[in-house]
C-alpha cells in the first residue's frame, strides 16, 4: 500500500513540474547572449527565444535598454537556416512590436531593419518562411508601408500553398480593422480564394469577404445567395455561411408578411451534410429562426436527437443545450427526445446530466414528476452551485406547471434547503418556496413550516431576515398563526442584532394582525426592552407605545397598522430632509407635510438590474410602480379626484437652467378627458422663504385646453423640494397638442441666518421659466411585445391603415428613424431601432398603447435615393380605426 501511495507521490509531482518554474529575467538576458556567436547554436537559441517568450506572455516588464538590446540580437538570427529557429524568430519580432515605443529607435526604423529581411523571405521559395513573414509584416507595418508589399499580398492570398494563402487573409482580416481602405481592394482576389479547394483558405477567406462586405447588406444577401448553390466544400466555411445566411434571413423576416422563409431549404439540406458541425450548425440556426413553426423545427430536432445518443462528449453536450433552450418556446416539441434525455441523467459529464434534467422539467408530464424527483436526487450533490441554481429554477417553473405535484416538489426543494450551499443556491432555493407559496394556495402551510425550520439553522443574515418579514406577511393569515411565534422569537434569542431586529418587527405583525395572540406577544415585546443592541429596544419599545402595551385584546386600530406595517409612499430622502429641518417644538412633527415628490430623478428611471423577481423583499421605501406613486398622490387631491384613472406621467422636463436661484421641472400627468401638470419646486436661497408659490400658465397657443383647477404652494423653504399643480381640460380621445409659457409667482420673505426665522413682511416676485409643450408622443405609452410577427398577425387587418410619405432629403437614416420613434412615442421591437451603417433601407418595428387603452403596432419602412430623399412607408394597426388614423395623422401634420 506504501508503495502505490508513493507512485501516486511521484505523479504528482510530475504532473506538476513545468520546464520555467524558477526561471529568471536576468538570467535569461544572459543566455540572451547566444545570439551573438559566431556559430549559432540553433536549438539553444531557439530555447532561450522561448523563455523570453514565456517571460514576456506572464507579463514580465523589459526596460527599454533590455528590449532594444533582445530586439537587436534577434534580427541577427535571420542568417540561420535552421526552420525551426526562424519560426521561433518570427514569433519572438510579433510579441517585441507592440512595445516598440520601449525602444530607443523609433517606430519606422524598427520596422525598417526587419523590413528587408521579412520582405526577403516573403519571396522565399521555403513556403513556410513566407507565410510567417507575411503575418509578421501584417503586425508591424502601417499604412504606408503596407501600400509597398500590398502587390505580394494579393499574390499571396491566391498562392497555391495553402499554409501562404491562409496567412495572407488572416492577415487581411486583423488589417481590416487599422487600414480598411486597403483591404476592401482585395476583394476580387479574396473572391477567388473563396472557390479554393483548401478548407482553411476557403473558410478565412469567406470570413474576410464577409466582413468585407457587411455594412452593405444587399451585397451580402448576394454573396449568401451564390454561396447557397454548393461551391462551398470547407466544413468550416460552410459553418460561417450557416450563420451569414441566418443573419439575412432574419433581416428579411421583418418584411415578409408570410409564406416560405428564403434560404430554409438550405439550411434544411445542411442537415444531411457528412460533416457533424455543419449538421449541429444547421440545426441550431433552424432552431432559433424567428417565429418559427412546428413543421420547420420537426427535422432539426430529429437531428439533435440522433445526437443525443453519441460517443461523442461534446456532441451530446451540444445537442442537449440546443434542446434545452428550444424547450424554453416549444417545449412540445421536444417532447419525443425525453427518453433518450433520460439516459443523459447518469451521464459522467455533469453540465450534460444537468441540461438533460432541466429540459426534462420543462418537457416531462405530470405523471413522471416523481420518477424524475428521484433521478435528480441521486445526482444533484455531484454538480456545483451554479448548476444546483439552473435544477432549482427548472423544479420551480415545474411546479408552477403541476401545481398538483407541490408536494413531491417542496419536499424536495425542503431537502436540498438542508444540505450545503452558497449564498445564491441558498436564495434561488428560498425564493422558489416563496413563489410557490405565493401561487399555489395549498402550499401555504408546509411552505412556511420549511422557511421556519430553514432559519433554525441559517448562516446568512440577508436571507434570515427576508423569511422573517414574509413570515410576517403571511403567517398571521395561516389557520393557526401561534404555531410560527416559538420559531421567530428563537431568533430573538440566538441570533445577531440585525436579525433580532427583524424578529421583533415580525413578531409585533402578528400583535397587530391576530388579536388574541396580543398578549403573548407583549410579553415578548417587553424581554425585547432590555435588549443591547439599540435598534431592537426601538422597534420594541415602538411597537408596544403603538399596539396598546397594557395586554387588553383589542382590535388594533386600521390606521396603526398602515402607519406600522404599510407602504411608506414618502421619498426617504425627503424625510430625512424634513427631520433634519425639524427643531423641537411643543408642536409634534407632521409626516403628512414632508413633500412627496421625489427630489431628483423619478421612480421611473430607477430600473432593476436583477437577473430574475426577487421572490423575498422587505417593506419597500418607496413604491415599486412610478404610477401608482403618481396616481396616489392625485387622487389624494380633492381638485383632481374625480379625472378618473391615471393613463400616463411623463418623465419631468426642466424649466430651468442648472444652479439657478430656483429649480423648476415639471411632470406631465395624462388622463382621458384632462392634463395635470405637476411642477417640482426648489429654493436654493438659504436666506429666502418663498410662500403663496404659483406658476401662472399661458395656454393662448393651446387652444384645445382650458384652465379648471389650480393648487398652489404654500411654503417652499430652502433646499425641500415641492409640487404646485395646475389642471387643463381638453376634448375627449383628441390628441390635443400645444404650447404653454409658465411664469414662477411668488412672495419672498428674507431669512436671518443666525435665528432662521422669516420677516413677517414679504415682497411679490416672479421669475420667468421655459415654455412647455404637450405633443403627440404624450398620449403614447412605451409597451413592447415579445414577438412582433404573431401580435402584428393576432390584431389582423380589420383597422390596418397603409400610407407613404415623403420625408425630404436627410442627412442620416439613423436619425431619421430616431426621429420618427420619438415623434410617436412608442417602443422599438427587436432592436429595430438600430440602423447598420450606410444603410439604404430599413424597417422599424415600433409597439404601444395609445390613450384609452388602445393596443397599436407600427411597421415602418424607410428608403434612401441617391440624392438622399427619404421615402417612408408606413403601417398601422390597432384595436379601434379612430387610432390608426390618428397615428397616420400624427405623422402627416
Same mark, same amino acid.
Given at each position: 500500500m506504501a508503495q502505490f501511495v508513493k507512485k501516486d507521490d511521484d505523479r504528482d509531482e510530475e504532473a506538476e513540474y513545468s520546464p520555467f518554474l524558477g526561471i529568471e529575467k536576468g538570467a535569461v538576458l544572459q543566455e540572451a547572449r547566444v545570439f551573438n556567436d559566431p556559430q549559432l547554436d540553433s536549438r539553444r537559441c531557439s530555447q532561450v527565444i522561448t523563455k523570453l517568450l514565456y517571460l514576456l506572455n506572464q507579463g514580465e516588464t523589459f526596460t527599454k535598454v533590455e528590449a532594444t538590446e533582445v530586439f537587436f540580437s534577434v534580427t541577427k538570427l535571420f542568417q540561420s537556416k535552421d526552420i525551426g529557429l526562424r519560426r521561433m524568430v518570427y514569433l519572438i519580432i510579433k510579441e517585441l512590436s507592440p512595445s516598440s515605443d520601449e525602444l530607443h529607435i523609433p517606430v519606422h526604423k524598427k520596422v525598417i531593419i526587419v523590413?528587408?529581411?521579412?520582405?526577403?523571405?516573403? *519571396?522565399?521559395?521555403?513556403?513556410?518562411?513566407?507565410?510567417?513573414?507575411?503575418?509578421?509584416?501584417?503586425?508591424?507595418?502601417?499604412?504606408?508601408?503596407?501600400?509597398?508589399?500590398?502587390?505580394?499580398?494579393?499574390?499571396?492570398?491566391?498562392?497555391?500553398?495553402? @499554409? @501562404?494563402?491562409?496567412?495572407?487573409?488572416? #492577415?487581411?482580416?486583423?488589417?481590416?480593422?487599422?487600414?480598411?481602405?486597403?483591404?476592401?481592394?482585395?476583394? *476580387?482576389?479574396?473572391?477567388?480564394? @473563396?472557390q479554393s479547394r483548401a478548407a482553411l483558405v476557403q473558410f478565412h477567406a469567406l470570413a474576410l469577404?464577409?466582413? /468585407?462586405?457587411?455594412?452593405?447588406?444587399?451585397?451580402?444577401?448576394?454573396?449568401?445567395?451564390?454561396?447557397?448553390?454548393?461551391?462551398?466544400?470547407?466544413?468550416?466555411?460552410?459553418?460561417?455561411? /450557416?450563420?451569414?445566411?441566418?443573419?439575412?434571413?432574419?433581416? #428579411? #423576416?421583418? *418584411?415578409?408578411?408570410?409564406?416560405?422563409?428564403?434560404?430554409?431549404?438550405?439550411?434544411?439540406g445542411c442537415l444531411r451534410h457528412k460533416a457533424e458541425m455543419v449538421i449541429f450548425e444547421a440545426a441550431r440556426a433552424i432552431t432559433e429562426l424567428n417565429g418559427v413553426t412546428s413543421r420547420e423545427l420537426t427535422p432539426a430536432i430529429t437531428v439533435l436527437q440522433l445526437f443525443l445518443s453519441s460517443s461523442k462528449p461534446v456532441l451530446r453536450f451540444a445537442a442537449v443545450r440546443t434542446l434545452n433552450k428550444v424547450a424554453m418556446s416549444h417545449p412540445m416539441a421536444v417532447t419525443n427526445c425525453n427518453i433518450d434525455m433520460e439516459s443523459l441523467i447518469s451521464d459522467q459529464n455533469r453540465s /450534460?446530466?444537468?441540461?438533460?434534467?432541466?429540459?426534462?422539467?420543462?418537457?416531462?408530464?405530470?405523471?413522471?414528476?416523481?420518477?424524475?424527483?428521484?433521478?435528480?436526487t441521486n445526482f444533484i450533490s455531484d454538480i456545483n452551485d451554479e448548476f444546483k441554481i439552473v435544477v432549482v429554477d427548472a423544479i420551480r417553473s415545474l411546479c408552477l406547471k403541476f401545481p398538483l405535484k407541490y408536494r413531491t416538489l417542496m419536499n424536495f426543494l425542503s431537502n436540498i434547503l438542508r444540505e450545503e450551499g452558497g449564498f445564491e443556491y441558498k436564495k434561488a432555493i428560498v425564493d422558489s418556496i416563496v413563489i410557490l407559496i405565493r401561487d399555489i394556495p395549498d402550499a401555504k402551510e408546509s411552505g412556511l413550516f420549511h422557511l421556519c425550520e430553514f432559519i433554525e439553522d441559517c448562516e446568512f443574515t440577508y436571507l434570515s431576515t427576508q423569511i422573517l418579514h414574509f413570515l410576517g406577511v403571511e403567517g398571521p393569515k395561516t389557520a393557526d398563526p401561534s404555531k410560527y411565534i416559538r420559531y421567530i422569537y428563537n431568533r430573538v434569542i440566538l441570533e445577531n442584532a440585525t436579525v433580532r431586529a427583524s424578529a421583533v418587527s415580525t413578531l409585533a405583525k402578528f400583535g397587530a394582525m391576530v388579536d388574541s395572540l396580543k398578549p403573548r406577544i407583549f410579553v415578548l415585546l417587553r424581554r425585547c426592552l432590555y435588549d443591547n443592541d439599540d435598534e431592537v429596544r426601538d422597534r420594541a419599545t415602538l411597537y408596544l407605545n403603538t399596539l396598546g402595551g397594557d395586554g387588553s385584546v383589542v382590535e388594533t386600530d386600521k390606521e396603526v397598522k398602515e402607519f406600522l406595517f404599510g407602504s411608506l409612499d414618502i421619498p426617504?430622502?425627503?424625510?430625512?430632509?424634513?427631520?433634519? *429641518?425639524?427643531?423641537?417644538?411643543?408642536?409634534?412633527?407632521?409626516? #403628512?407635510?414632508v413633500p412627496r415628490e421625489v427630489k431628483s430623478q423619478p421612480l421611473l428611471e430607477k430600473k432593476s438590474t436583477g437577473k430574475k423577481p426577487t421572490a423575498l423583499g422587505a417593506p419597500p421605501p418607496a413604491p415599486t410602480s412610478t404610477a401608482d406613486t403618481y396616481e396616489k398622490l392625485l387622487s389624494s387631491i380633492p381638485e383632481f379626484s374625480t379625472f378618473g384613472p391615471l393613463f400616463k406621467s411623463s418623465a419631468p422636463v426642466e424649466l430651468t437652467e442648472a444652479e439657478t436661484e430656483y429649480a423648476v421641472n415639471v411632470i406631465k400627468h395624462i388622463f382621458n378627458n384632462h392634463i395635470v401638470f405637476q411642477y417640482n419646486c426648489t429654493n436654493t436661497i438659504p436666506e429666502q422663504l418663498l410662500e403663496n408659490v404659483v406658476v401662472v400658465v399661458d395656454a393662448s397657443e393651446a387652444e384645445d385646453f382650458a384652465e379648471v383647477a389650480t393648487k398652489p404652494l404654500k411654503s417652499l423653504p430652502y433646499d425641500t423640494p415641492a409640487q404646485t399643480f395646475i389642471a387643463f381640460e381638453k376634448p375627449q380621445g383628441v390628441p390635443a397638442v400645444g404650447r404653454f409659457s409658465n411664469v414662477l409667482k411668488f412672495l419672498v420673505k428674507e431669512v436671518d441666518p443666525s435665528t432662521g426665522e422669516a420677516e413677517e413682511d414679504g415682497v411679490e416676485d416672479e421669475y420667468q421659466l421655459e415654455d412647455l409643450e404637450i405633443v403627440a408622443a404624450d398620449y403614447m405609452v412605451k409597451v413592447g411585445v415579445s414577438n412582433f410577427r404573431n401580435a402584428w398577425e393576432a390584431l389582423g387587418t380589420d383597422f390596418e391603415r397603409v400610407d407613404e410619405y415623403g420625408l425630404g432629403p436627410r442627412e442620416s437614416l439613423n436619425d431619421t428613424v430616431n426621429s420618427v420613434i420619438a415623434l410617436l412615442g412608442m417602443q422599438p421591437c427587436e432592436g429595430t431601432e438600430v440602423v447598420a451603417g450606410n444603410s439604404r433601407s430599413h424597417t422599424c418595428l415600433l409597439s404601444g398603447v395609445y390613450i384609452g387603452n388602445v393596443k397599436v403596432l407600427v411597421r415602418l419602412s424607410f428608403g434612401v435615393d441617391s440624392s438622399k430623399e427619404v421615402a417612408m412607408k408606413l403601417a398601422v394597426r390597432s384595436e379601434d380605426e379612430s387610432v390608426s388614423d390618428a397615428i397616420h395623422d400624427i405623422v402627416a401634420n
Open positions: 523590413t528587408s529581411s521579412l520582405m526577403k523571405d516573403m *519571396n522565399s521559395k521555403t513556403d513556410v518562411y513566407r507565410a510567417n513573414a507575411i503575418r509578421v509584416l501584417c503586425r508591424i507595418t502601417d499604412g504606408t508601408l503596407l501600400t509597398q508589399i500590398e502587390r505580394y499580398l494579393k499574390q499571396a492570398i491566391v498562392d497555391k500553398n495553402p @499554409v @501562404v494563402a491562409s496567412a495572407a487573409l488572416v #492577415s487581411g482580416i486583423h488589417l481590416l480593422q487599422t487600414n480598411p481602405e486597403i483591404v476592401k481592394r482585395w476583394s *476580387n482576389e479574396v473572391q477567388e480564394a @473563396v469577404l464577409h466582413q /468585407i462586405r457587411q455594412n452593405d447588406r444587399l451585397a451580402v444577401s448576394k454573396l449568401v445567395t451564390s454561396l447557397t448553390r454548393g461551391t462551398v466544400r470547407s466544413p468550416l466555411a460552410q459553418c460561417l455561411l /450557416i450563420r451569414y445566411t441566418s443573419q439575412v434571413i432574419r433581416e #428579411s #423576416s421583418m *418584411n415578409i408578411q408570410g409564406g416560405e422563409r428564403p434560404f430554409y431549404d438550405f439550411l434544411e /450534460i446530466a444537468t441540461l438533460a434534467i432541466t429540459t426534462l422539467l420543462k418537457t416531462g408530464n405530470e405523471s413522471g414528476v416523481d420518477r424524475l424527483m428521484k433521478q435528480i426617504l430622502v425627503n424625510l430625512e430632509t424634513s427631520l433634519k *429641518n425639524y427643531e423641537p417644538s411643543e408642536e409634534a412633527f407632521d409626516i #403628512s407635510h
